[in-house]
């Protein structure tokens, strides 16, 4: 092996932190799959248009044009639900980019195939050739996110993701248009025929420039057993339970997508009076505001895994999603409206706002459920995990169909009535999974904190190891301590947090929620003092970061008080390596007690800048109080 490359083929260079999005597009580890992907997404949304138009426009005459397009639904998301359990094994057992490149090629071939079919408009013949493009997708769908951790840096997941996201929804969108564009009357028949083979060869030599990515489990035997298997990969996605409640928060979003887009045409006709034009600029804005937030998503998480951005994207899912219901109040139909028409309207630029933020908080939301799926899941695994998660996306898009069909065919409701109930189940979906994985939360208090009152400058978090148990030791400054520390550090931390602070009103949710460990004196509250350690005790042996403030309160003049000996009795019960950390800066701030108790003045400033360093870890054997004291002081002292 060459002595600059990794065993991922990359050089030292390439394995540098980038900055920006337009760097990782330039950058042979990256651009090659984000054409790749791209330009397949391109061709199955010029397909599919095509078809769609191809079926309106009569050429099947036996069977009514809404069965079809049921029909071709159906045979493009059957693969999934067939085959990703033998996609999700391929995908973990070989390398990724010689696989790529052999599903490009077979794309070409099918694509050939479907030149021919649209050349003789042969309807059933295309509906076939649908069926073997959801298989090729199938088969893709694990690779393309499992193959950005091993191209990828960690601080560039979400910049990946974003990438990821904004061009499938772009392509998603101008597919769309050339489709129609491409069987308009009077544009040849062997146009799209042209068109859907050279994107595909252009796919094909894109994906040859994709560097090795070195199978995760070579020794993987597959398993033909299908259904088996599919129970088998979904066992898998549920190992984690936050990886679990992030492939159904990813599956829910689908539904959502499915739902808005299948009811758009119908809201256009039947509501607005719209022409094509007013339903291709309304698709259009929904599409572009999730490339807008995938972009936005970048930029508001500083690069890292940042949770706290899905609470807020289900936020403003739900808050644009009931007043798109209301927005429709604002319009006057008359006649067919065309573009000019609808936005003279007084509503018309409301529900136009209504589609770009969904949209916008669609990429908060979706982005980073992607990244942490790709960062927490076991790597040898991460394939399957992504079938499973094509599994439960087609399943919830089937889902999202039926409840159309009940909802509106049915029940009778109007699409505005549609979509305000979208948007008050996706309050309580959301709920449901931020109330069983509080992280979510959590992360969110801390981006806000970080993003308004604090900037958190971070040395050192290499110390802190990716798995396995280990105690952290900080001293301790302000209310909001932990908080900053939860969201510097990316694991899930377990803190010991003395009982008063614990039991403060608002914050006590988050610390219960955070399973946080309340602990008092052995003098006033001996069942308490005890309890902590047997807890501390049960996180360390689950394999948990655990931090305490050995301090056991709040510093009063903004000095490290000397730390207590419980770390050492934690040691001593179950040893594990123990990592000192230092907080400065938030002294003087309104959480501190400095000029009095905290919390009881206005603030004297708005925001600051917060250092946080992690020092090396210290022999479970080499623990003690005062010396860890020293190096906290230490580290505090490092500029």
């Known amino acids: 092996m060459d002595p600059g490359l990794d065993a991922n083929g990359k050089t030292n260079k390439e394995r540098t932190v980038k900055k920006g999005l337009l760097s990782l597009l330039a950058s042979r580890r990256f651009g090659p799959f984000f054409f790749t992907q791209f330009l397949g997404a391109f061709n199955d949304n010029v397909f599919r248009q095509a078809l769609i138009l191809l079926i309106a426009s009569g050429a099947v005459t036996a069977v009514s044009v809404n069965t079809l397009n049921n029909v071709a639904l159906a045979l493009f998301i059957l693969p999934f639900f067939l085959f990703s359990a033998l996609a999700g094994q391929v995908a973990d057992k070989y390398d990724k980019a010689s696989l790529v490149r052999k599903i490009k090629f077979v794309e070409v071939c099918i694509m050939s195939a479907a030149a021919a079919g649209f050349f003789f408009d042969a309807v059933y013949f295309l509906l076939g050739v649908l069926f073997c493009m959801g298989l090729q997708s199938t088969f893709f769908g694990p690779i393309k996110y499992s193959i950005i951790p091993q191209q990828l840096d960690d601080k560039e997941l979400v910049s990946g993701n974003a990438l990821v996201e904004m061009g499938t929804f772009l392509a998603i969108l101008l597919g769309s248009i050339s489709g129609v564009l491409l069987k308009m009357e009077g544009v040849g028949d062997g146009v799209v025929a042209v068109a859907v083979v050279g994107l595909a060869l252009l796919g094909y030599l894109a994906a040859r420039g994709i560097p090795s990515a070195p199978a995760a489990d070579e020794t993987l035997t597959l398993n033909w057993n299908l259904w088996k298997e599919t129970w088998h990969i979904v066992g898998y996605a549920r190992e984690v339970k936050s990886v679990w409640m992030c492939v159904l928060g990813i599956s829910w979003f689908w539904f959502l997508g499915a739902a808005y887009t299948t009811q758009l045409k119908v809201y256009v006709d039947d509501y607005l009076l719209g022409t094509d034009g007013l339903y291709a600029l309304l698709l259009g804005t929904f599409s572009i505001g999730i490339g807008l937030g995938s972009f936005l998503c970048e930029k508001l998480s500083g690069k890292r895994v940042e949770l706290g951005l899905v609470p807020l994207g289900s936020i403003g899912l739900s808050v644009f999603g009931i007043d798109l219901f209301f927005s429709y109040a604002g319009l006057e ?109 959590i992360r969110l208090l801390v981006w806000m904190l970080t993003h308004t009152m604090y900037r958190v400058k971070h040395h050192g978090m290499e110390h802190i190891p990716d798995e396995g148990p280990c105690m952290l ?15 510097a550090i990316r694991r899930p931390v377990r803190f010991v947090m003395f009982k008063p602070i614990y039991d403060m009103p608002l914050l006590n949710y988050i610390f219960r929620t955070g399973k946080t460990i309340p602990i008092d004196s052995k003098v006033r509250n001996p069942a308490i003092y005890e309890r902590a350690f047997v807890r501390i005790r049960e996180e360390l042996e689950a394999g948990e970061v655990v931090c305490i403030f050995p301090e056991g309160k709040l510093t009063d003049d903004g000095e490290v008080a000397e730390f207590r000996a419980g770390i050492e009795k934690i040691v001593a019960d179950y040893p594990v390596p123990v990592i000192p950390m230092a907080l400065s800066g938030l002294w003087g701030s309104f959480f501190s007690h400095k000029g009095g108790k905290a919390l009881t003045r206005l603030p004297r400033r708005f925001w600051s800048r917060i250092k946080l360093a992690v020092g090396e870890a210290v022999a479970p054997q080499q623990v003690r109080a005062e010396d860890l004291r020293e190096r906290v002081l230490a580290l505090r002292e490092r500029p």
């Open 473 to 487: 030791v900080c001293n301790h400054v302000s209310y909001v301590d932990a908080l900053l520390l939860a969201g």
């Open 333 to 441: 139909g008359s006649g067919q409206v065309d573009i000019a028409g609808f936005l003279q309207q007084a509503g018309g630029y409301r529900v136009l706002m209504d589609l770009l933020g969904i949209g916008v908080f669609g990429g908060f939301y979706i982005v980073p459920l992607f990244a942490f799926i790709q960062h927490r899941s076991n790597p040898k695994h991460l394939s399957r995990i992504i079938a499973a998660n094509n599994i439960l996306n087609a399943l919830l898009m089937v889902g999202s169909a039926v409840a159309g069909i009940v909802l509106v065919g049915l029940l009778e409701l109007t699409v505005p009535q549609f979509f305000l109930a979208l948007a008050l189940a996706n309050v309580l979906v959301a709920s449901y999974i931020y109330t069983v994985v509080p992280e979510f939360l």
